[in-house]
């Protein structure tokens, strides 16, 4: 039977949420039914270890909106993200976590301004339950910069509860954690963007799969984005002025030395050997520099002519009817098929 295009595609991947699947499933399935619109429900299992897939499994035969994508091993939130964008079919894309911290009954409000014309509605964890030091307070700077370098203004970057119109989701690349800057890695478009407060939901089963030392990472993350987003095109303009202006210091100071030497027939060695030393070591890193730019350059150039890429590996794509073996599987040619 021809299924029907769904006007919203869920996207929720999972790791080791084996108590929160269900519970989940059914918030969607009562707020999206309310709405008498058609839909998809796209659960990317992302290696879990606990029964996780199981729960999943259970609930793909009894309702055929749900499809489930398995991933090898984990890979992370942004590659679980970006096996469910890649497969959604809705002209309308929601992405949402797996542990219940997210509120369902809050997706009519998302829509509601999508339909009013924005292209990215964004939540806003206004009033966090989260600990202050730890997690509110690190997420406030990495916010706060993250907003001026990107001159979007959004409070809450790091939340994955988000909506967009397909063509936006299309236009990016994910990989590394870069879920969480895709209104800024819009490629071709300026999305107009509304940031809505949403309510944060202490986790009420399972265990959180943050830790501080993603925080530090975030911040990485910032610089990052900021090369990609105004130099990933033009490499040579950061690194050429940096070795413009080292080479050119470098340069300087070596004439300097050169006049005192000629002129006046100081032993350069004897009496300005750091300042010639500096000199050398100046020209020498701009050199390295201009070389970077040089090489940035040429790997621009083919980047833009390689194929698309994946940050993820499927193991399975469970629809409605099919059964999934760990044996019986086999991956040919980028698609998973049966070996029967």
């Known amino acids: 039977m021809k299924q029907t295009q769904p006007l919203i595609s869920i996207v929720v991947p999972f790791y080791n949420e084996e108590d929160n699947v269900v ?59 970006a096996a469910g964008f890649d497969r959604c079919r809705g002209s309308i894309i929601i992405s949402m976590d797996g542990d219940l911290q997210h509120d369902p009954s809050e997706i009519p409000e998302f829509l509601k301004w999508i339909d009013a014309g924005y292209d990215v509605v964004s ?7 989260d600990p202050f030091i ?7 700077i990495a916010n706060w910069i993250m907003a001026r370098l990107s001159g979007l203004k959004i409070h809450d970057f790091g939340t994955t ?3 967009y119109r397909s063509e936006i989701i299309h236009s990016v690349t994910l990989y590394g954690q870069y879920h969480r800057f895709i209104p800024v890695l819009v490629e071709g478009i300026k999305p107009r963007i509304k940031e ?27 610089i990052r984005i900021h ?9 040579l303009h950061v690194f050429g002025t940096f070795g413009v202006a080292l080479g050119s210091s470098g340069f300087g100071i070596a004439v300097y030395l050169s006049a005192l030497k000629f002129l006046k ?12 030393l500096l000199s050398i070591l100046l020209m020498l890193v701009g050199t390295q520099f201009l070389t970077m730019g040089l090489l940035g350059e040429i790997l621009v150039k083919m980047y833009h002519k390689l194929p698309n890429t994946r940050v993820y590996s499927v193991e399975a794509e469970l629809t409605p009817g099919a059964t999934y073996s760990k044996t019986k599987w086999i991956l040919k040619s980028g698609k998973c098929v049966s070996d029967e």
């Open 23 to 81: 519970k989940l499933h059914q918030q969607l399935a009562n707020v999206l039914d309310s709405l008498s619109v058609e839909y998809e429900l796209i659960f990317v299992d992302d290696g879990s270890t606990d029964q996780t897939l199981q729960k999943m499994l259970a609930l793909k035969d009894p309702d055929s909106r749900v499809r489930i994508i398995k991933l090898w091993s984990n890979s992370g939130q942004t590659a679980g993200l």
């Open 123 to 129: 939540g806003w964890r206004k009033y966090r339950v």
């Open 134 to 140: 730890s997690r509110k307070l690190p997420s406030q």
């Open 161 to 163: 509860f988000k909506a």
């Open 196 to 222: 809505i407060p949403i309510r944060s939901i202490p986790r009420g089963s399972g265990t959180s799969k943050y830790n501080i030392g993603r925080t530090f990472t975030v911040f990485f993350d910032l």
């Open 227 to 235: 090369f990609l987003t105004k130099y990933l095109t033009r490499p």
């Open 265 to 276: 027939g100081m032993s350069i060695m004897e009496q300005r050997a750091p300042l010639f």
